[in-house]
């Protein structure tokens, strides 16, 4: 992630330039110091203090906390790759680093900035049911964490995000994990139950994360009473589908569009609204505060998911679902 943010921030030189660099692996400090001669290089981040006027961590998981807090106490703005940390108490440890020193900090989840979602926002109203699919090839760089932090979060961010206009709770969660190549979990199916507060009715949400697969897969379908929307997060497209009348006696009573979308890369957008609202002291797109919630309910299913057949053998890698 930190190559792509390079270059993507090379991309936007009349907003930004990479002023410094920190790896902690040698090889990789090498061969940024060739890609950017100008640019300080440093095994310890905290030699970037005084070197950069914004960050950007693409680190493990694991070392979020610690590197954030020592920029946002020197009043750094910052943004950090999702999940926002391990655990509660070091994201709620980085929200009060930003809060006590009016500090920017922003968390990566990068579906917020895909236009197929911005789009999908507009025709949600009082979903059904919601499914989500995630499928990745396994990748060594997330090994710290298991496949419900690595992608599913993206999903419950999503989900929190497109009911945050219902008033609506958490009523019922849990789901069943499997884990082949890493201690964690790799393949998690998962359930969860909101209950609307005004109508007491139900919405369902069936979440699929799966990084054993050999192909990439984003998907999200929302049912709704009257009408229907299938996103396709990887390339960007949206289907709407709304019944032009209810009951439905045929499928030609259901009218579907394919809405205009921008053109955009999500991850771009991302770092340009960081900028934006560092130069202009703005909002949050994804204010931390959301980036904890889906923290917490992640880590919820981590916990709540059927650990029976979580650590099967690791003869059974062949096996796993592609």
Known sequence: MGSLHLKLIQELRDKAIVAALSDTQ???LRQAKKQFPQALVASDYRQLLGAVDALSICTPTET????????LENRIPTLVEKPIASNLT????MLWASQATSTHLHIGH?????????????????????????????????????????LMIHDL??????????????????GQGLSLISPHEDLVKAR????????????????????????????IRIFQQDSYLSLDLMNHRLQYSKAKRLPLKKLTDIKSTLPKLKTTNPLRRELEHFLESIRKNTG?????????????????????????????RKERVAAAFC
């Open 284 to 312: 949050h797109d994804v204010h931390p505060r959301e980036a904890w919630d889906a923290l917490e309910l992640a880590l919820q299913l981590v916990h709540a998911i059927d650990r029976k057949n979580l650590y099967a």
């Open 110 to 150: 990068i579906e917020r900035f895909n236009p197929a979602v911005i789009k999908a926002k507009q025709f949600i109203d009082r979903p059904i049911f919601i499914e989500t699919v995630r499928f990745s090839p396994y990748e060594a760089r997330v090994r710290d964490i298991g496949v419900i932090l690595d």
């Open 26 to 28: 040698p090889k990789k």
């Open 192 to 219: 969860l139950r909101f209950v609307e507060a005004s109508s007491g009715s139900s919405i369902y949400v069936d979440l699929t994360a799966n990084r054993l697969s050999m192909e990439k897969m984003r998907k």
């Open 90 to 93: 070091e994201a709620e440890k």
């Open 157 to 174: 961010d999503l989900v929190l995000w497109m009911l945050s206009d219902l008033d609506v709770r958490l009523e019922d969660y849990g």
């Open 64 to 71: 979020h906390c610690e590197i954030a807090e020592f920029f």
